[in-house]
């Protein structure tokens, strides 16, 4: 059954990527909240060591992918971003409180200098979008949501140097997991803000769900292993 499931979810992902390639908008519409529907199922039906908040960080970004559906409504992009950063969230107290990373000896040094990197990358992208960024919510918003993407990569690469100081294999594959879904949720979320304030790339939305819907499963493999 799990085998049939991962199945369904990879035919659903090539199904709606094709969507989002060749611009078919209404298959696009009603397949992308089914994609983290599928996510969310499996993760709660073969994690062998159940985590709320990384069902509730699942939950966030379905919610998220609906509020998002629709082009040229700056209310419901406003709020699908606020449940987005909800999902980052949790996500991150997840990483940093639930995995015991913080164990490791050099937990601190290994921190700070993930930090360093992400926020010196969280700078150079805010001083790019920024001034082009009209609404006075997003322009609060951006800089914040993309530390909190950050921080969730800050606390992958920690859970991963944890793993690395323990020796423990199962824990250094899940970890690598996490650190691939996090990476990638920051380029998808780089994609899209290029796409929206900057220059849209061609077949832009096709790009972003390539790498988001493989940083989401990265993610919900990442944990679903690191806590077996």
């Known amino acids: 059954m799990p085998a049939v499931l991962a199945i369904t979810f990879a035919v659903l992902s090539c199904v709606h990527l094709y969507a989002c390639y060749r611009k078919r908008i209404r298959l696009r519409i009603a397949t992308k909240p089914c994609l983290l529907v599928m996510l969310a199922a499996l993760y709660i039906l073969y994690a062998p060591s159940f985590q709320w908040p990384v069902l509730l960080a699942l939950l966030f970004g379905l919610a998220g992918d609906i509020l998002l559906i629709p082009n040229?409504?700056?209310?419901?992009?406003?709020?699908?971003?606020?449940?987005?950063?909800?999902?980052?969230?949790?996500?991150?107290?997840?990483?940093?409180c639930l995995t015991g990373a913080f164990s490791m000896a050099h937990?601190?040094?290994?921190?700070?200098a993930a930090m360093l990197v992400y926020a010196t990358a969280v700078i150079l992208i805010a001083r790019q979008l920024l001034p082009h960024v009209r609404e006075h919510q997003l322009y609060i918003l951006l800089p914040a949501y993309f530390s909190?993407?950050?921080?969730?990569?800050?606390?992958?690469?920690?859970?991963?140097?944890?793993?690395?100081?323990a020796g423990k294999?199962?824990?250094?594959?899940?970890?690598?997991?996490?650190?691939?879904?996090?990476?990638?949720?920051?380029?998808?979320?780089?994609?899209?803000?290029?796409?929206l304030f900057l220059r849209k790339p061609r077949h832009a939305n096709f790009w972003v769900m390539l790498t988001y819907i493989s940083a989401q499963a990265l993610l919900?493999?990442?944990?679903?292993?690191?806590?077996?």
């Open 107 to 112: 937990a601190l040094f290994v921190m700070f």
């Open 72 to 96: 040229g409504l700056k209310v419901r992009f406003v709020i699908g971003a606020v449940s987005f950063s909800i999902g980052h969230a949790l996500y991150a107290y997840t990483l940093f």
């Open 169 to 195: 294999a199962a824990q250094i594959f899940a970890a690598s997991l996490l650190v691939g879904g996090a990476l990638l949720f920051f380029i998808s979320d780089t994609i899209l803000s290029c796409s």
């Open 220 to 228: 919900t493999a990442g944990f679903a292993s690191y806590f077996s």
């Open 148 to 165: 909190l993407v950050g921080l969730v990569n800050v606390g992958a690469w920690l859970t991963l140097a944890a793993a690395l100081s």
